[in-house]
């Protein structure tokens, strides 16, 4: 059975930082393209960071140059470091990992950025 689970969100103060991670078993993160996004209420899901199979990552919208995507395939993590959080970058951060036609999803972990 095939498990993304992520962890490190919480609250902090706007200028601060965390590091999410995406914890997967049953399944090798170094063989998928890794996504971290972004759900407020009532909207859609929004991707904010990618990292390919070759490990190219890509930025969306205004996490960039603040975010971080990297991918330890020894330990099957795919972590996502924020730094200069905004109160904006506040909601539910979901991982995604897909490979052809499978897609995995995790929990969510909430991020509150407080002003």
């Known amino acids: 059975q095939v498990q993304l689970v992520e962890s490190g969100g919480g609250s902090v103060q706007a200028g601060g930082s965390l590091r999410l991670s995406c914890i997967a078993s049953?399944?090798?993160?170094?063989?998928?393209?890794v996504a971290w996004y972004r759900q407020v209420p009532v909207n859609q899901r929004d991707m904010v960071a990618h990292?390919?199979?070759?490990?190219?990552?890509n930025y969306f919208g205004s996490v960039k140059g603040r975010f971080t995507i990297s991918r330890d395939s020894s330990r099957n993590t795919v972590y996502l470091q924020m730094n200069s959080l905004r109160p904006e970058d506040s909601g539910v951060y979901y991982c995604?990992?897909?490979?052809?036609?499978?897609?995995?999803w995790g929990q969510g972990t909430q991020i509150t950025v407080s002003s």
């Open positions: 995604n990992a897909w490979r052809l036609q499978n897609m995995y």
């Open positions: 049953g399944v090798s993160l170094s063989d998928h393209d």
């Open positions: 990292i390919s199979v070759g490990d190219t990552t």
